[in-house]
């Protein structure tokens, strides 16, 4: 089962600009980065710090705790595979947002 979240018009961020947003049990980190926004899982794969908070470098954002850099496109960590964040299909339909979300058992 796939689930659209829609993300309150207020918490959109403008470009340059990022959000934390909660959604049932999720925080996830929103990413705008020269008008495309991105979303990932607000826990870094490492030890869980928050990457909303961390250093954006283009569409690389770097954790704060251990400095850890993962691309917003794919969640991986950069240059490997070792470590991926999840990360979910964003839609903009006319003005409004949704975060798409796949629950894991629906996985083949
Ligand atoms: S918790 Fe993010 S790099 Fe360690």
Same mark, same amino acid.
């Given at each position: 089962?796939? #689930?659209?979240?829609?993300?309150?018009?207020?918490? $959109?961020?403008?470009?340059? =600009? &990022?959000?934390?947003?909660? *959604?049932?049990?999720?925080?996830? =980190?929103? *990413?705008?980065? +020269? %008008?495309?926004?991105? +979303?990932?899982?607000? %826990?870094?794969? /490492? @030890?869980? =710090?928050?990457?909303?908070?961390? &250093?954006?470098?283009? &569409?690389?954002?770097?954790?704060?705790? /251990?400095?850890?850099?993962?691309?917003?496109?794919?969640?991986?960590?950069?240059? !490997?595979? =070792?470590?991926?964040? #999840?990360?979910?299909? $964003?839609?903009? @339909?006319?003005?409004?947002? *949704?975060? $798409?979300? #796949? !629950?894991?058992?629906? #996985?083949?």
């Amino acid at each position: 089962m796939t #689930a659209r979240y829609e993300v309150p018009a207020g918490k $959109v961020p403008v470009p340059g =600009a &990022r959000a934390l947003v909660e *959604f049932a049990d999720k925080s996830l =980190a929103l *990413f705008n980065v +020269a %008008g495309q926004l991105y +979303a990932i899982d607000d %826990g870094c794969p /490492h @030890q869980g =710090a928050s990457l909303c908070g961390g &250093r954006l470098d283009g &569409r690389v954002i770097q954790c704060c705790a /251990h400095g850890l850099r993962f691309d917003l496109v794919s969640g991986y960590l950069l240059n !490997s595979t =070792a470590l991926k964040v #999840a990360s979910y299909p $964003v839609e903009v @339909q006319d003005d409004r947002v *949704f975060i $798409v979300i #796949a !629950s894991e058992e629906s #996985a083949p």
